[in-house]
């Protein structure tokens, strides 16, 4: 799109200083207030592109609207991103570097130890000749997800400055707390006002995403016998003991993280606290169908039964919590929200690629709100980690996608 003066990547570049991680471990929402803080930078920031209503509510939520100017009846589309950067490693004094016509092999990151691997990179082959943003290996980069935030800023300011363009209602959000699974959590889907919407939340140029994992966790605590360890002698059952086993029991060569790929799911132990007496294991349960999410849950139930079977007096207990569902189950009731969306990466000059996503987004949850909301690329890589890097041709790419994406639904209204 020759007539756009792209304004995503300075406004990346301003969203990565700001430290949003967010906190898994909190009970507020949003689980920390500095997300706020770029909240509220990105309310003026709106409101100086020229939507008028830009506005932060008490969770943290960022929404404002443009409202349509075609004579058709046009569905109205959010638009919509998170702020908040991943718990994993620290988004605190993010300091990007710019990589101009990368050539090949590896990406030094600053002086620091890390070093972005060509070989264990394969997609970098796809970006010879690109402008490549990283950090300087302290930290993540944050292009998960204010990559997302820039490039739908960035056309919805292409419409603003283009009133001639025919466009339906948009609506935009940024949410906080994306990254610990609490992003919809208080998301108003009534009074956000969209008919439909796409997160711009995904990863490699081109992709469009219908469908998550199916996840559910799995809290198991492990009630042994403690007994002063001097005494213990076929007394004591150290729970923790116990409960590595059934950690130990689970298969080496799949449903593991690990050692898994494509539409294979698995049991994933990732946190674990305790003493002789009790011990709580964490588990992450992961599918694309709910029947398979049911059978990997009957199944770490029977390892542990089994494994229980040798300590009669120790007992465990098994609870499941629900996290979300397989998007494409709701996103079927209605194909328009992904056939438009691959005609808009088709019309951008991009071969689309319809992809299942190996963890969840906010539109798997909205998705089951009422709120159809598949997951669009923004052009980054390594999300959570220091390796993480987005190209400047990439993030262009993601805002020629939105635009048409927002034209095609017009176009198709008439």
């Not at 507020?28 to 506005?55: C, M, N, R, W």
């Not at 919590?321 to 991009?350: C, F, H, Q, T």
């Amino acid at each position: 799109m020759s007539d756009i003066t792209y304004t995503c990547v300075d406004r990346f570049l301003k969203y990565v200083k700001y430290d949003t991680q967010s906190d898994p471990e909190s009970e507020s929402f949003p689980s920390s207030a500095k997300q706020k803080i770029l909240g509220q930078a990105l309310v003026q920031e709106l409101l100086d592109i020229g939507l008028e209503d830009a506005a932060i509510d008490d969770w943290g939520y960022v929404t404002a609207s443009l409202p349509g100017n075609s004579e058709a009846d046009v569905p109205a589309i959010g638009l919509i991103s998170h702020m908040d950067t991943s718990p994993d490693v620290s988004g605190k004094d993010v300091q990007p570097l710019i990589h101009k016509n990368y050539k090949g092999g590896d990406i030094k990151l600053g002086d620091s130890e890390f070093v972005i691997v060509e070989a264990e990179n394969p997609n970098l082959q796809k970006q010879i000749g690109h402008d490549i943003i990283t950090a300087d290996g302290t930290t993540l980069l944050g292009a998960d997800d204010k990559a997302g935030i820039a490039e739908i800023f960035d056309a919805v300011n292409y419409f603003v400055t283009h009133p001639e363009i025919k466009r339906g209602p948009i609506k935009v959000a940024v949410t906080p707390d994306e990254e610990i699974g609490k992003g919809a959590d208080k998301f108003d889907v009534e009074k956000f006002g969209a008919d439909f919407a796409y997160t711009i939340d995904g990863e490699s140029v081109g992709e469009v995403e219908d469908e998550t994992f199916c996840a559910d966790s799995v809290i198991l605590t492990v009630n042994g016998v403690n007994v002063h360890p001097g005494y213990a002698k076929n007394r004591m059952i150290n729970s923790i003991k116990v409960a590595s086993q059934i950690i130990n029991s689970l298969p080496k060569h799949s449903l593991s993280p690990e050692t898994t790929e494509k539409r294979e799911g698995y049991i994933h132990p990732h946190g674990m606290s305790g003493n002789e007496e009790k011990t709580v294991v964490k588990f992450l349960i992961r599918a694309f169908t709910v029947d398979g999410l049911k059978k990997k849950e009957n199944l770490l139930k029977e390892f542990c039964d089994d494994v229980l079977s040798h300590y009669p007096k120790a007992s465990y207990d098994f609870e499941v919590i629900e996290y979300y569902r397989n998007m494409k189950y709701k996103l079927d009731d209605d194909p328009r929200v992904i056939d438009y969306a691959l005609e808009a990466v088709k019309r951008s000059g991009i071969e689309p690629l319809l992809h299942a996503i190996r963890g969840g987004t906010d539109g798997a949850r909205l998705s089951y709100m009422g709120l159809l909301t598949p997951n669009v690329f923004a052009g980054g890589h390594n999300f959570h980690s220091r390796q993480e890097y987005i190209s400047i041709q990439d993030m262009k790419k993601a805002v020629d996608v939105i635009i048409n994406l927002v034209k095609v639904w017009e176009e198709k209204s008439h």
